[in-house]
């Protein structure tokens, strides 16, 4: 009775301290359960619009001043999230699948990633949230366009080069092992580096927040070719609580369109990039399917091994 009560004392101060948890999603509020439009979704190559007459995506994605930004960063019981320090220059973003100017807000880390594509998940995805230019994030909320968000997955591979993308941003990990209201020291950061390599290369969709209220506010702008991070800075994260075992969302229904650029076709003309077969499969014939259960299994695996748990066998789901 008294380690039952202990438990319920435990689990009360918890959800009271955090407001929502990712072990108890169901019970998240209002549009998280009745949306028809949220977030994040299996993309799926193959039924992804090849938007070659530029009806929806419109010229390239342009991104503003993304190489210097001041950012402070924070563990906010969910998430690690570097925002833009108030009254400094913030980068913008416009083009392609976007109306008008958006201005860069925060990014922050989901482990493992929220979005699939082709029923893979990667084990970590970065999100860089931006709002409507000179609209405030409290009305840009209640607008269909009123969020720009792009995902960006990161792969882990080791060698010389895979440090790079994270090397700014790792010194400041250790600090935010656990949440806190504080936030740590300015720094300047080339955003850049946390983009993905090709970033005119993804997958662009209507849908919502992955966090409640989970508001369907969002233009999401997913690049398809990942971020190559180091085993070692990934094993980092694993020490950081974010209040349970993961911090991503669900798949979500997909009931809608998604569109591709041409860009994330065009690595068949580059022959010596070790994806052309693969992009070229995927954007001329519709055979290219993974079973959602068994890629995910792998990249648990990926996870399960780092961490120094029992890899389980992939190859007989899906
Ligand atoms: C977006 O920002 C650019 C540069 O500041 C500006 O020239 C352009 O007019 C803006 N576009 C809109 C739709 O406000
Ligand atoms: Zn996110």
Same mark, same amino acid.
């Given at each position: 009775m008294k380690i039952l009560l202990v438990t319920l004392i435990g689990l009360v101060d918890y959800t009271y301290q955090s407001g929502w948890s990712y072990d108890y999603q169901t019970q998240w509020p209002g549009l998280c359960r009745g949306g028809q439009l949220q977030s994040p979704i299996n993309i799926m190559t193959r039924d992804a619009i090849f938007d070659k007459h530029e009806a929806h995506i419109r010229g390239p994605l342009v991104m503003r001043g993304y190489g210097d930004v001041k950012v402070t960063a924070i563990n906010n019981g969910h998430t690690l999230r570097w925002k833009v320090k108030p009254d400094t220059e913030a980068p913008v973003l416009s083009g392609g699948p976007l109306r008008g100017n958006y201005t860069f807000l925060q990014f922050h880390l989901h482990w493992l990633s929220e979005h699939a594509i082709d029923g893979m998940k990667y084990p970590m995805e970065i999100h860089m949230v931006h709002v409507k230019t000179g609209v405030p994030v409290d009305e840009a909320l209640k607008r269909p366009d009123g969020l720009a968000v792009i995902g960006v997955m990161c792969q882990i591979y080791s060698n010389e080069e895979s440090q790079f993308a994270l090397e700014q941003i790792m010194p400041a990990v250790p600090d935010l092992a656990s949440r806190s209201e504080e936030e740590t020291d300015p720094k300047n950061i080339d955003l850049r580096r946390l983009l993905s390599p090709n970033p005119q290369s993804y997958y662009t969709y209507h849908g919502s927040l992955?966090?409640?209220?989970?508001?369907? /506010?969002v233009t999401w702008i997913v690049m398809d070719k990942p971020l190559i991070i180091a085993d070692t800075q990934y094993q980092v994260? /694993?020490?950081?609580?974010?209040?349970?075992r993961d911090n991503y969302r669900n798949l979500q229904q997909v009931n809608r369109v998604v569109y591709r650029s041409v860009a994330s076709c065009s690595t068949i003309l580059m022959p010596s990039f070790f994806g052309t077969i693969i992009s070229l499969i995927s954007c001329l014939s519709s055979s290219l399917t993974a079973g959602v259960n068994k890629g995910y299994c792998y990249i648990v695996n990926i996870k399960r091994r780092l961490l120094g748990s029992t890899v389980k066998k992939c190859a007989k789901l899906a």
């Open positions: 992955t966090t409640p209220d989970c508001q369907e /506010s994260f /694993s020490k950081v609580d974010v209040g349970g």
